[in-house]
């Protein structure tokens, strides 16, 4: 259960613009467990997305070392070792949901009765059953980034990379896409990065938080939650839970000292 | 409902607008007409000639009226006389055209916007090639093209497309781009071959775009196919009839063509525009 899937080992990654070298990611050291939710939470401007994106290999580090299940991050995307949910649902407008899920199966090739297995099954599993057949603008913000959730599910990739999936959504759907998202983490036994400026977003779901800062985007902390695996929403008004918040918040002020 | 009021009110503007500047344009002509019959020059005679004249300076809508139904509805369709005849001999330059356009634009805007070579270095030509004026090179083309023996449709086609494709190629380029970095990424994260994005995303994407040009092209077109008639004195089409017709002052029978070829450039549009909403509600692009 505990082998390391993801290890950073000293990655930069600097991006040269027009003002000069931007420092987005500096001196970065971090393993992630098998089966760890692993949240990244800092303010803007202090490289998470950049770290995930990293990770998926969209952006290539400038130095340092990373490997993916024992690959570079390159080769694992060739692999499809992950999914990805973007901040928005990126559905398209001319395909139902249920074709929707099947884009990445049909662009990885699998055959027809296994893409209409599987986008069943996902869909079951993000509580979308019988909505395959409706197009993306007959289902709210929340449903749509549940689909893109399904979609990122669909190909059975060990771990799963989520960019502030919920930032655009409002606070009672956020509650119930948590609870939703963490039963089927449970479910799956995926590893999963999880990108968010939520503090009690962050505290809530994970096993490990990352804190960041920014000007050169950093680690400041990182926090091992004490908090049991299956969590209810209630769990958030109990004092180990408002201390890890508080230590998080700690290490967020302690990022911007200097500023 | 509401808009017919509006509508048959500026069409009445037009028509009353078009009359007295028929009787005044007319006017001189038939002042000296009168005066050689010996005829009193009253209003009402002044008028009733000014309306009726054969070569009119201006014809009154009524004499175009009349010459576009004997033009459409008063010759058998095979008639030289025919503008349906002549309208048809357009018509199929300006739909060969309209292809040839479109496939040309189509092809070329799938380069440029995956080749970064195309890109700068066929922009450029294709602007240049539209900002020559089309009725300096018309006659070359039908010189050289009929120098190697092809004559008739192809020509006029050619012509024709040289208008049409440059709408169809910035539309499409402009729509082929659309896809925004997150969904490119995602199709990156898919690890997604190229022709993948072009048939899965981007093709799909650039419709909307397409569309609006093939509108504007269609258009092109017929004007590019008309165009293509006029230099090599031809004897059919629309341009045929329109160049005839200043050749012998026949003012009615330019007119009456002219009208025809924008009922044909309405309709065209309109078919165009009537494929472009099926398509996009049949995608779901348009509610």
């Not at chain 1, 000007?215 to 400041?220: A, D, E, M, Q, S």
């Not at chain 2, 010189?143 to 040289?162: E, H």
Request: glycine residues 8%; contains cysteine; charged residues 15%.
């Amino acid at each position: 259960m505990n082998e390391p899937v993801i290890v950073a080992d000293g990655i930069d990654l600097t991006f040269q613009t027009a003002d000069g070298p931007v420092h987005a990611l500096k001196g970065v050291d971090l393993t992630i467990n098998q089966g760890d939710f692993v949240s990244f939470i800092g303010p803007s401007g202090c490289g998470k997305t950049t770290l995930l994106r990293t990770i998926a290999a969209l952006e290539t580090p400038t130095g340092g070392a990373l490997s993916v299940n024992g690959m570079t991050p390159d080769e694992a995307r060739r692999a499809r070792a992950y999914g990805y949910v973007f901040q928005a649902p990126g559905l398209y407008p001319w395909r139902t949901i249920a074709q929707n899920i099947a884009l990445p199966l049909e662009i990885m090739g699998f055959a027809k009765a296994d893409r209409m297995e599987r986008v069943e099954r996902v869909l079951e599993l993000v509580d979308l059953a019988g909505f395959g057949a409706k197009y993306p603008w007959q289902l709210s913000g929340g449903m749509q980034q549940r689909a893109s959730i399904a979609r990122a599910l669909s190909f059975d990739a060990d771990i799963l990379l989520m960019d502030e999936p919920f930032g655009a959504l409002d606070e009672i759907v956020r509650d119930r896409l948590n609870e939703a998202l963490l039963e089927l983490w449970a479910r799956t036994a995926k590893t999963i990065g999880f990108v968010t400026h939520s503090i009690p977003e962050a505290v809530f779901l994970s096993t490990k938080i990352v804190v960041m800062s920014p000007r050169p985007g950093r680690i400041t902390d990182v926090i091992e939650s004490t908090l049991p695996r299956t969590r209810p929403l209630e769990i958030r008004d109990t004092p180990e839970f408002l201390a890890i918040a508080h230590r998080v918040r700690e290490g967020l002020r302690a990022g911007h000292a200097y500023d | 409902m509401n808009a017919v009021l509006p509508v048959l009110v500026v069409l009445l503007a037009i028509i009353a607008v078009w009359y007295v500047a028929a009787w005044f344009l007319n006017l001189n002509w038939a002042e000296q007409q009168l005066a050689r019959e010996g005829i009193e020059p009253t209003f009402s005679a002044l008028f009733h000639n000014t309306m009726t004249q054969e070569r009119p300076v201006l014809p009154a809508p009524h004499q175009v009226a009349a010459g576009l139904y004997e033009g459409l509805f008063g010759q058998k369709i095979t008639s030289k006389r025919s503008l349906v005849w002549h309208g048809w001999i357009t018509l199929s330059a300006t739909l060969a055209g309209f292809v040839m356009g479109t496939l040309a634009g189509i092809l070329l805007a799938v380069g440029i916007v995956h080749n970064r070579a195309m890109d700068q270095s066929v922009m450029p030509w294709a602007v240049a090639s539209q900002t020559v004026p089309i009725l300096a090179i018309a006659p070359m083309v039908i010189v050289v093209l009929a120098s190697i023996g092809v004559t008739g449709l192809l020509p006029k086609a050619v012509i024709s497309a040289w208008l049409s494709f440059f709408p169809v190629l910035v539309g499409t380029v402009k729509g082929l781009r659309t896809p925004d970095q997150m969904q490119l990424d995602q199709m990156r994260s898919w690890n997604a071959s190229p022709s993948q994005v072009f048939w899965r995303l981007r093709l799909p994407s650039s419709m909307p775009y397409l569309f609006a040009s093939l509108k504007v092209a269609i258009a092109a077109s017929l004007v590019g196919a008309i165009v293509g008639e006029l230099p090599a004195g031809a004897s059919a089409g629309l341009g045929a009839r329109l160049l005839s017709g200043s050749y012998y002052g026949q003012t009615v029978q330019i007119w009456a063509a002219l009208f025809t070829a924008a009922a044909l450039a309405g309709v065209l549009v309109l078919i165009v525009g009537w494929i472009e909403r099926m398509t996009l509600r049949r995608m779901g692009l348009a509610r």
